[in-house]
T-cell receptor, first 115, second 113 residues
């Protein structure tokens, strides 16, 4: 059983550019959540995807968007990058069991630096 | 989700038990207590969770008080590799399909040789 994987591990972009981050969920998991973690802070929830649809969103602007694919992998897209978008981006997967809370398992993260 | 309060930092001697406290005085009856840890900018690692009974697994033990207003994570024999930020989180049992995890600032545990 493979865990959650993310790519790339590190990325450097300039202000105004667009970026796509990728996540493969753990085997058997159909729910993917994305988090942003600024330096020295706890992770902040961005949004969650279940069965290819967004079903929950945190306090992030629309330039943060995502996709989930039929194999449950996911992408996080950020448009018009700002300096404050520099952070560790974490993906977490969990099995969805009829609305019950399930344990989320996190990937290693992608470190994004915006110059 | 209920708010949690943790000390910002703790030290523990290598080989001794590390006891990490967490207050969650506003927890409701359908909220679980979860613990994660994060080692130096890696992804958070799930440790353990419980509702009202004490729980134990290969990593740690979780002791929840009878009134459920506080809990303690116990690492029985701390090693240097246990140095990390430990997050105590409460999560609603009935998420309605929406499963975010709300992290606080956690406890920075330093295991000392």
């Amino acid at each position: 059983e493979t865990g959650v994987t993310q790519s790339p591990t590190h990325l450097i972009k300039t202000r105004g550019q667009q970026v796509t981050l990728r996540c493969s969920s753990q085997s058997g998991h159909n729910t993917v959540s994305w988090y942003q973690q600024a330096l020295g802070q706890g992770p902040q929830f961005i949004f969650q995807y279940y069965r290819e649809e967004e079903n929950g969103r945190g306090n992030f602007p629309p330039r943060f968007s995502g996709l989930q694919f039929p194999n449950y992998s996911s992408e996080l897209n950020v448009n018009a990058l700002e300096l404050d978008d520099s952070a560790l981006y974490l993906c977490a997967s969990s099995p969805q069991a009829g609305g019950r809370t399930d344990t989320q398992y996190f990937g290693p993260g992608t470190r994004l630096t915006v110059l | 989700d209920a708010k949690t309060t943790q000390p910002p930092s703790m030290d523990c001697a290598e080989g001794r038990a590390a006891n990490l406290p967490c207050n969650h005085s506003t927890i409701s009856g359908n909220e679980y207590v979860y613990w994660y840890r994060q080692i130096h900018s890696q992804g958070p690692q799930y440790i353990i969770h419980g509702l009202k009974n004490n729980e134990t697994n290969e990593m740690a033990s979780l002791i929840i008080t009878e009134d459920r207003k506080s809990s303690t994570l116990i690492l029985p024999h701390a090693t240097l590799r246990d140095t990390a930020v430990y997050y105590c989180i409460v999560r609603n049992l009935l998420s309605g399909g929406y499963q975010k995890v709300t992290f606080g600032t956690g406890t920075k545990l330093q295991v000392i040789p």
